[in-house]
């Protein structure tokens, strides 16, 4: 595993360090006033960052944990991102809103399957705070869907 972490922080340091001048050459804008490279920027230091500390781990031959290969550590990765695939498909259809709580009440109940109660809470509250920061203040439009909410 050591060899496929060196590998792969080298792949991913070029990878972001071609992101970092092309998103210079896109202009990157002020803080106040983002250019279209701005974000791209960001994430391109953030995976450098990351990368880099992968490799000197990687290098310095620290103890690995275990292998995220294992069988029993694949079922919430594999169902985090079906559920986000269905979330990206539901999005048009069922718009933003309920698109949203399903997507939350599917991921808050990969960890805690049996507390659906609190489950169902916490999404709800956190679909009615996102609408009100985002619609209400912000003023975002997000997809209506089928329902027009």
């Not at 990157?28 to 781990?57: C, D, E, R, T, Y």
């Not at 103890?63 to 991102?81: A, D």
């Not at 916490?122 to 609408?131: D, E, G, K, T, W």
């Amino acid at each position: 595993m050591k060899a496929l972490n060196l590998v792969s922080s080298l792949v991913l340091i070029g990878i972001s360090t071609f992101v970092f001048f092309s998103s210079l050459s896109l202009g990157i804008g002020k803080l106040q006033n983002p250019g279209p490279g701005f974000m791209p920027f960001l994430a391109s230091i953030l995976v450098f960052a990351l990368s880099v500390f992968v490799l000197v781990k990687g290098i310095l031959g620290e103890k690995e944990g275990p292998s995220p290969l294992n069988r029993k550590r694949l079922p919430k990765p594999t169902l985090l991102v079906v559920a986000i695939l269905a979330y990206s498909f539901l999005l048009d259809s069922l718009g933003f809103l309920i698109s949203i709580f399903l997507l939350l009440f599917a991921m808050f109940s990969m960890e805690e399957p049996k507390k659906w109660p609190k489950n169902i809470v916490i999404s709800l509250i956190v679909v009615i705070l996102s609408f009100l920061i985002f619609k209400k203040w912000l003023g975002v439009r997000f997809p209506a869907g089928i329902f027009s909410i």
